[in-house]
């Protein structure tokens, strides 16, 4: 009845949280890849100069930005799992359950948040003209 009800809400809310938490974590991959490229452009323009073809950079970036994305999750899953036994141990019973298809999920989906916020950045940097760059060294 009511109480069914109630848990429904909740799990509703819960989820909502976790996906507006989700994609303000992609964005900040994104932003964080751009802000790295922006500052970088001299570097890109030399690795481009000595030969370095698009692809090297755009996969050097993703790289980046993976490695990147594969960090937050293992910190999002350490501060989850610790707030998740704090959970269970005030009120004493099993709300929140951690298992190894989470796991899974939560890195595949950090990995794609990973990927997806390094590919503008990506592009951005295999696009840079190593002239104009190197003229402003």
Known sequence: ????????????????????????????????????????????????????????????VLLESVTVSLIGSAVGLVIGFSVGQIINSSLGSTLALFDRTLVVQVVIFGVVMGVLGGVLPAIKAARISPIETLQSL
């Not at 109480?3 to 909740?10: A, E």
């Not at 976790?18 to 303000?24: N, P, T």
């Open 1 to 60: 009845g009511d109480l069914n009800v109630t848990l429904d809400i909740f799990e509703g809310f819960i989820l909502t949280i976790a996906i507006v938490s989700a994609v303000a974590g992609g964005m900040s991959i994104f932003i964080i890849m751009l802000m790295s490229i922006m500052e970088r452009l001299q570097e890109f323009g030399v690795f481009k100069a000595t030969g370095w073809s698009n692809s090297n950079i755009i996969v050097s």
